[in-house]
């Protein structure tokens, strides 16, 4: 069967066009974009001798793995063509298995979820800007000590037989040999391209209680690494308390969530509330690690909102004012339920029950806070929201902040600047 080897793309081609003739239009593409390899697998003696062939059909991984459980049926399609296309030249047996091509892949231990090198490389680079020290208030022996085991790690310097005693020499005894940014290019730690729970972990120990107990420090540089590593669906999320300080550690991003926060977020930046913003972060960081704080402070955030949009148009609010009562003056100062909308307009009555309902659904997320949010009491039998309903009050949160600012930009925004 050495004729097929050389002339295969003539028959295969006449197979995958009977494939798609017959309509089989999945067999064809499969065997069009399969690499073929033809191999003899056996040898039968009965009635003279029968050499018995396997052709297989290598695919991408992951293409392979979209076929399923159909694999056996594209088999069996291509073959029967195959056979009808072959048996005219030939009385050998073959078989056709459709399997994954195996390749080098150099990249495969990066996966899809790992950080990359270029968003590493943002966050080294704010630290260096910022001249913030990764050690805080430690030795950087100390601080690395935390995190590894230096006894292993070689030493660069034949004087000292591991890494302690060679950082030692040079940052400690002669700390002007290196600069104090090493360690973020050193290749025995591998920031910037090792596994990225080594270098989630690095930065979780940069804002530890231990190593910068100065809380709104420690706060500032997590907001600033979570605005590089959210491109790539992380964040450093608060764990616990340490003497009333959040230790952090990395986390996955829940995908429903995320895109509310991000519109929070430039919701903040339009009126310029920096307030508005340390609520997000802590909203953020709470949705599925304290549900019921998520809740509370999704009310905080669309109560900062109205009072930051009312402030600009010059209307003096109370300090007990409640939601309800912000929201309301919002809207009556906002016009969000319009007194033109005609009557006779396609969909007017609709539009004002939206417009309404907007401002209703504060009052409801002001209550559900009240019944499972943070800030009350509880007793022993009450049992707490889940993350999805977090995720809930958070998004109708986002929803009012965003159409009420997008609101006031339009009508007034230059007028107050």
């Not at 050499?51 to 399923?68: C, F, H, K, N, V």
């Not at 030939?90 to 459709?98: A, G, L, M, Q, Y």
């Not at 609520?279 to 402070?297: C, F, H, M, S, Y």
Request: aromatic letters at 8%.
């Amino acid at each position: 069967m050495g004729y097929l080897s050389e002339n295969y793309e003539a028959y295969f081609a006449t197979a995958s066009e009977l494939l798609t003739v017959e309509g089989m239009i999945e067999a064809a593409d499969t065997l069009k974009s399969s690499v073929p390899k033809i191999e003899e697998t056996g040898y039968d003696n009965w009635n003279g001798g029968t050499t018995i062939w396997t052709i297989y059909l290598r695919m991408e991984p992951s293409a392979y793995a979209r076929l399923g459980a159909n694999r056996e049926a594209l088999e069996e399609q291509i073959y029967n063509r195959l056979k009808q296309v072959l048996e005219q030249y030939t009385e050998d047996w073959f078989s056709v298995k459709i399997v994954p091509e195996v390749k080098p892949r150099p990249e495969w231990r990066q996966g899809a979820n790992d950080i990359s090198r270029v968003v590493r490389q943002n966050i080294f680079d704010g630290l260096r800007i910022d001249g913030v020290v990764w050690s805080g208030r430690l030795e950087e022996v100390e601080f690395l000590e935390r995190l590894y085991d230096l006894t292993t790690l070689p030493s660069g310097d034949t004087r000292y037989s591991d890494a302690a005693g060679d950082i030692w020499q040079h940052r400690v005894n002669n700390p002007q040999d290196w600069d104090d940014d090493w360690i973020y290019g050193d290749a025995r730690f591998n920031l910037l391209q090792g596994p990225s729970d080594l270098f989630l972990r690095f930065l979780c120990e940069t804002v530890h209680p231990v190593v910068r107990p100065d809380r709104n420090e420690a706060l500032k540089l997590v907001q600033q690494f979570n605005d590089q590593l959210r491109q790539e669906g992380w964040h450093l999320v608060e764990q616990e308390k340490i003497a009333g300080r959040p230790r952090f550690v990395g986390r996955r991003i829940q995908n429903s969530s995320v895109r509310s926060v991000s519109r929070a977020r430039t919701v903040a930046d339009a009126l310029n509330a920096g307030w508005m913003q340390k609520e997000i972060e802590r909203l953020e960081n709470a949705v599925d690690r304290d549900p019921a704080l998520a809740i509370g402070t999704a009310k905080e955030l669309v109560e900062t909102c109205c009072k930051s949009i009312l402030s600009k148009r010059g209307v003096s609010v109370a300090r007990n004012d409640d939601l309800p009562k912000l929201t309301k003056a919002l809207a009556k100062e906002l016009k969000l339920v319009p007194e033109g909308i005609s009557d006779e307009a396609k969909g007017a009555t609709t539009i004002r029950l939206i417009l309404q309902n907007l401002s209703v659904m504060t009052q409801h997320l002001a209550e559900l806070r009240g019944l499972y949010g943070s800030g009350h009491g509880r007793d022993g039998k009450h049992r707490g929201l889940e993350p999805r309903h977090a995720r809930l009050a958070v998004g109708a949160a986002v929803a009012f902040i965003d159409f009420v600012t997008e609101t006031y930009h339009q009508r007034y925004a230059t007028k107050d600047e």
